[in-house]
Protein backbone atom coordinates (compact mmCIF):
# COMPACT_ATOMS: atom_id res chain seq x y z
CA UNK A 1 0.00 0.00 0.00
CA UNK A 2 2.68 2.40 1.06
CA UNK A 3 4.54 1.72 -2.78
CA UNK A 4 0.75 2.83 -4.23
CA UNK A 5 1.05 5.43 -2.48
CA UNK A 6 4.10 7.15 -2.90
CA UNK A 7 3.28 6.05 -6.97
CA UNK A 8 0.22 7.79 -6.74
CA UNK A 9 1.70 11.10 -5.27
CA UNK A 10 4.53 10.82 -7.62
CA UNK A 11 2.13 10.56 -10.56
CA UNK A 12 -0.64 13.96 -9.50
CA UNK A 13 2.58 15.83 -8.29
CA UNK A 14 4.10 15.51 -12.11
CA UNK A 15 0.04 15.83 -13.65
CA UNK A 16 0.61 19.41 -11.58
CA UNK A 17 4.06 20.22 -13.08
CA UNK A 18 2.35 19.94 -16.76
CA UNK A 19 -0.36 21.38 -15.87
CA UNK A 20 1.46 24.37 -14.78
CA UNK A 21 3.80 24.51 -17.70
CA UNK A 22 0.54 24.39 -19.90
CA UNK A 23 -0.88 27.37 -18.39
CA UNK A 24 1.57 29.76 -18.44
CA UNK A 25 0.76 32.95 -20.00
CA UNK A 26 3.00 35.50 -21.68
CA UNK A 27 1.86 38.92 -20.90
CA UNK A 28 1.78 41.80 -23.48
CA UNK A 29 4.01 44.96 -22.54
CA UNK A 30 2.48 48.18 -21.74
CA UNK A 31 4.80 49.64 -24.41
CA UNK A 32 7.71 48.19 -26.07
CA UNK A 33 8.36 49.69 -29.14
CA UNK A 34 11.84 48.47 -29.34
CA UNK A 35 12.22 44.79 -27.55
CA UNK A 36 15.59 44.43 -25.80
CA UNK A 37 18.26 42.21 -26.91
CA UNK A 38 18.09 38.59 -25.23
CA UNK A 39 20.96 38.35 -22.83
CA UNK A 40 23.70 35.81 -24.21
CA UNK A 41 23.96 32.50 -22.41
CA UNK A 42 26.68 31.85 -20.17
CA UNK A 43 29.52 29.73 -21.63
CA UNK A 44 29.18 26.08 -20.86
CA UNK A 45 31.43 24.35 -18.79
CA UNK A 46 30.69 20.31 -18.83
CA UNK A 47 30.18 18.62 -15.75
CA UNK A 48 30.65 21.72 -13.23
CA UNK A 49 30.27 20.36 -9.90
CA UNK A 50 27.82 22.76 -8.58
CA UNK A 51 24.18 22.70 -7.07
CA UNK A 52 21.65 19.99 -7.17
CA UNK A 53 23.49 17.81 -9.32
CA UNK A 54 26.54 17.52 -6.41
CA UNK A 55 23.48 17.48 -3.83
CA UNK A 56 22.35 14.28 -5.62
CA UNK A 57 25.81 12.92 -5.91
CA UNK A 58 26.69 13.34 -2.48
CA UNK A 59 23.49 11.81 -1.41
CA UNK A 60 23.08 8.23 0.04
CA UNK A 61 20.82 6.40 -2.76
CA UNK A 62 18.19 4.13 -1.47
CA UNK A 63 17.00 1.19 -4.04
CA UNK A 64 13.89 0.57 -2.49
CA UNK A 65 12.46 4.32 -2.91
CA UNK A 66 14.20 4.44 -6.10
CA UNK A 67 11.94 1.58 -7.34
CA UNK A 68 8.80 3.60 -5.96
CA UNK A 69 9.93 6.87 -7.26
CA UNK A 70 10.66 5.10 -10.71
CA UNK A 71 6.94 3.52 -11.08
CA UNK A 72 5.64 6.87 -12.78
CA UNK A 73 8.36 6.74 -15.29
CA UNK A 74 7.27 3.32 -16.88
CA UNK A 75 4.52 4.52 -19.11
CA UNK A 76 7.48 6.11 -21.18
CA UNK A 77 10.92 4.24 -20.45
CA UNK A 78 8.85 0.78 -20.16
CA UNK A 79 9.12 -1.79 -17.12
CA UNK A 80 12.61 -2.91 -16.05
CA UNK A 81 13.69 0.41 -17.33
CA UNK A 82 14.74 -1.02 -21.42
CA UNK A 83 13.78 1.75 -23.08
CA UNK A 84 11.95 1.24 -26.85
CA UNK A 85 13.49 -0.16 -29.86
CA UNK A 86 12.61 2.84 -31.97
CA UNK A 87 15.08 4.60 -29.53
CA UNK A 88 12.21 7.31 -29.26
CA UNK A 89 13.34 6.31 -25.24
CA UNK A 90 16.60 5.07 -23.75
CA UNK A 91 17.23 1.89 -22.06
CA UNK A 92 18.44 3.28 -18.74
CA UNK A 93 18.62 0.02 -16.65
CA UNK A 94 22.36 -0.61 -15.62
CA UNK A 95 23.80 3.07 -16.52
CA UNK A 96 25.97 4.38 -14.46
CA UNK A 97 23.87 6.16 -11.44
CA UNK A 98 26.41 9.27 -11.60
CA UNK A 99 25.47 10.04 -15.60
CA UNK A 100 22.02 9.88 -14.56
CA UNK A 101 22.52 12.12 -11.88
CA UNK A 102 23.65 14.26 -14.56
CA UNK A 103 21.90 14.29 -17.40
CA UNK A 104 18.47 14.48 -14.84
CA UNK A 105 20.15 18.00 -13.32
CA UNK A 106 21.03 18.85 -16.56
CA UNK A 107 17.75 18.88 -17.96
CA UNK A 108 16.32 20.61 -14.89
CA UNK A 109 18.72 22.91 -15.13
CA UNK A 110 17.98 23.63 -18.93
CA UNK A 111 21.26 22.52 -20.20
CA UNK A 112 19.95 19.71 -21.87
CA UNK A 113 16.92 20.79 -23.66
CA UNK A 114 14.20 17.67 -23.25
CA UNK A 115 10.56 19.08 -23.02
CA UNK A 116 8.96 15.65 -22.57
CA UNK A 117 11.61 14.53 -20.09
CA UNK A 118 11.16 17.74 -17.81
CA UNK A 119 7.22 17.50 -16.21
CA UNK A 120 8.82 14.16 -14.35
CA UNK A 121 12.41 15.71 -13.18
CA UNK A 122 11.36 18.94 -12.08
CA UNK A 123 12.52 19.86 -9.29
CA UNK A 124 8.17 20.28 -7.91
CA UNK A 125 8.20 16.51 -8.16
CA UNK A 126 11.75 15.17 -7.37
CA UNK A 127 14.23 16.38 -4.92
CA UNK A 128 18.00 15.89 -5.13
CA UNK A 129 17.37 12.52 -2.65
CA UNK A 130 14.72 11.41 -5.09
CA UNK A 131 17.24 11.77 -8.31
CA UNK A 132 20.52 10.25 -5.98
CA UNK A 133 17.22 7.28 -5.45
CA UNK A 134 16.09 6.79 -8.92
CA UNK A 135 19.79 6.42 -10.44
CA UNK A 136 20.97 3.57 -7.71
CA UNK A 137 17.88 2.28 -8.79
CA UNK A 138 18.41 1.99 -12.14
CA UNK A 139 21.86 1.45 -11.81
CA UNK A 140 21.78 -1.96 -10.88
CA UNK A 141 18.55 -3.33 -13.12
CA UNK A 142 20.19 -5.79 -15.45
CA UNK A 143 20.51 -5.08 -19.19
CA UNK A 144 19.93 -7.70 -21.54
CA UNK A 145 21.06 -7.85 -24.93
CA UNK A 146 17.98 -7.62 -26.71
CA UNK A 147 18.18 -3.80 -27.88
CA UNK A 148 17.53 -2.46 -30.68
CA UNK A 149 20.15 -2.80 -33.15
CA UNK A 150 20.51 -1.43 -36.82
CA UNK A 151 21.28 -3.18 -40.50
CA UNK A 152 24.58 -4.17 -39.84
CA UNK A 153 26.02 -2.36 -42.92
CA UNK A 154 29.72 -0.97 -42.28
CA UNK A 155 30.45 -2.70 -39.10
CA UNK A 156 34.47 -3.23 -40.08
CA UNK A 157 34.80 0.58 -40.30
CA UNK A 158 32.75 1.56 -37.69
CA UNK A 159 34.79 -0.82 -35.23
CA UNK A 160 37.96 0.86 -36.36
CA UNK A 161 36.43 4.30 -35.58
CA UNK A 162 35.28 3.28 -32.39
CA UNK A 163 38.73 1.52 -31.36
CA UNK A 164 40.40 4.63 -32.52
CA UNK A 165 37.82 7.27 -31.27
CA UNK A 166 35.82 6.13 -28.17
CA UNK A 167 37.54 3.46 -26.09
CA UNK A 168 39.50 6.41 -24.58
CA UNK A 169 35.78 7.41 -22.90
CA UNK A 170 33.22 4.57 -23.26
CA UNK A 171 35.75 1.50 -22.55
CA UNK A 172 36.35 -1.51 -24.82
CA UNK A 173 33.22 -3.08 -24.65
CA UNK A 174 31.17 0.10 -24.25
CA UNK A 175 31.28 -0.16 -20.49
CA UNK A 176 31.80 3.70 -19.92
CA UNK A 177 33.38 5.05 -16.68
CA UNK A 178 31.10 6.04 -14.22
CA UNK A 179 33.56 7.90 -12.03
CA UNK A 180 34.47 10.20 -14.97
CA UNK A 181 30.53 10.17 -15.86
CA UNK A 182 31.32 8.75 -19.30
CA UNK A 183 28.33 6.69 -20.05
CA UNK A 184 27.84 3.03 -20.74
CA UNK A 185 26.88 2.61 -24.73
CA UNK A 186 26.52 -1.07 -24.59
CA UNK A 187 23.23 -3.05 -24.90
CA UNK A 188 21.52 0.90 -25.64
CA UNK A 189 19.43 0.97 -28.82
CA UNK A 190 20.81 1.62 -32.10
CA UNK A 191 18.21 4.18 -33.22
CA UNK A 192 18.69 6.45 -29.38
CA UNK A 193 22.48 6.24 -30.09
CA UNK A 194 22.26 7.50 -33.96
CA UNK A 195 19.42 10.06 -32.54
CA UNK A 196 22.08 11.83 -29.98
CA UNK A 197 24.76 11.36 -31.66
CA UNK A 198 23.49 13.56 -34.70
CA UNK A 199 22.38 16.33 -32.16
CA UNK A 200 25.54 16.19 -30.68
CA UNK A 201 27.35 16.36 -33.85
CA UNK A 202 24.72 19.78 -34.92
CA UNK A 203 25.02 21.24 -32.31
CA UNK A 204 21.42 20.40 -30.49
CA UNK A 205 22.05 18.92 -27.66
CA UNK A 206 24.15 21.94 -25.43
CA UNK A 207 25.42 19.52 -22.23
CA UNK A 208 27.68 17.44 -24.28
CA UNK A 209 31.44 16.83 -23.39
CA UNK A 210 33.37 18.75 -26.13
CA UNK A 211 35.49 15.75 -26.29
CA UNK A 212 32.40 13.84 -28.29
CA UNK A 213 31.52 16.70 -30.30
CA UNK A 214 35.31 16.77 -31.86
CA UNK A 215 34.85 13.54 -32.15
CA UNK A 216 31.57 13.42 -34.08
CA UNK A 217 31.99 17.05 -36.05
CA UNK A 218 33.31 15.21 -38.71
CA UNK A 219 31.44 12.14 -39.08
CA UNK A 220 28.98 11.42 -42.15
CA UNK A 221 25.40 10.74 -41.01
CA UNK A 222 26.08 6.95 -43.00
CA UNK A 223 29.50 6.92 -40.39
CA UNK A 224 27.38 7.86 -37.55
CA UNK A 225 24.81 5.03 -38.62
CA UNK A 226 27.34 2.50 -38.41
CA UNK A 227 29.09 3.64 -35.60
CA UNK A 228 25.77 3.73 -33.51
CA UNK A 229 25.04 0.17 -34.89
CA UNK A 230 28.08 -0.93 -34.06
CA UNK A 231 27.61 0.52 -30.44
CA UNK A 232 24.57 -1.29 -29.90
CA UNK A 233 26.24 -4.53 -30.51
CA UNK A 234 28.83 -4.47 -27.80
Not at 85 to 108: C, E, F, M, N
Request: aromatic share 6%; with cysteine.
Amino acid sequence: MMRALSAARLRRRAATVGLALGLALVLPGCSAPTPAAAPEEPEYTWNQMQGEKLIALRAHGDVTRGAIAFEVCQGCHRAGALGRLDGSYPRLAGQHDTVLIKQLTDVRAGRRVNPRMLPFADRHVLSPQDIADVALYLSKLPSPPDNGRGPGVGLDAAARTYQDKCTRCHGDKGEGDASLFYPRVSHQHYRYLLREMVEIRDGVRRNANPRMVEVVKPLTDAELDALADYMSRL
